[in-house]
């Protein structure tokens, strides 16, 4: 086709050529991304099916993926994408938490489940809160040109 359009020299082929630039450099940028997200996966899946007193041992290899894709990806390290991310896991900490929480029983009268899974879930948010990898996240930046 570029051929084509060369020889006719028609005034389609820069715009076409300029397209076809794009469309490769998108491909490899979604090869890429797809390769750091993959180490997601797993994690990501059992911290969708964890109870919040497991949530805490979860974590450290999530966030470790994180940083993983904010120092060595060369295209999804933008603050933007790191902050979905960091806030889709939290979203996720808090979805677990909230589908542990039986409040049905404080109203029951059974006060201390729900006291215990309270504590479990306050537990599971600090550890995501302070976690050293989320700091990190900050200062262990690659420089990108």
């Known amino acids: 086709m570029i051929a084509v359009l060369s020889l006719a020299g028609s005034s389609y082929l820069p715009p076409f050529l300029e397209l076809k630039e794009k ?3 998108e491909a490899v940028a979604a090869e890429n991304n797809v390769t750091f997200l ?8 059992q911290l969708s099916k964890a109870r919040p007193p497991e949530i805490p041992a979860l974590l450290p ?4 993926c994180i ?3 904010w120092s060595l990806s060369q295209f999804y390290n933008t603050p933007e994408r790191i902050c979905s991310l960091l806030r889709m896991v939290s979203n996720e900490v ?3 938490c909230c589908a542990a929480l039986q409040l049905g029983d404080v109203f029951t009268g059974d006060v201390l489940k729900p006291m215990e899974q309270l504590q479990q879930s306050m537990a ?4 995501l809160r302070t976690n050293p990898a989320i700091g990190a996240t900050n200062t262990h ?3 990108v040109h």
């Not at 290899?61 to 470790?64: A, C, E, G, S």
């Not at 599971?124 to 550890?127: H, L, N, V, Y």
């Open 38 to 45: 993959t180490c997601l996966e797993a994690p990501c899946q």
């Open 124 to 127: 599971a948010g600090t550890s």
């Open 141 to 143: 930046r690659k420089t």
């Open 94 to 96: 808090i979805n677990r």
């Open 61 to 64: 290899q999530i966030l470790d």
């Open 67 to 69: 940083r993983m894709i």
């Open 23 to 25: 469309i490769q450099h």
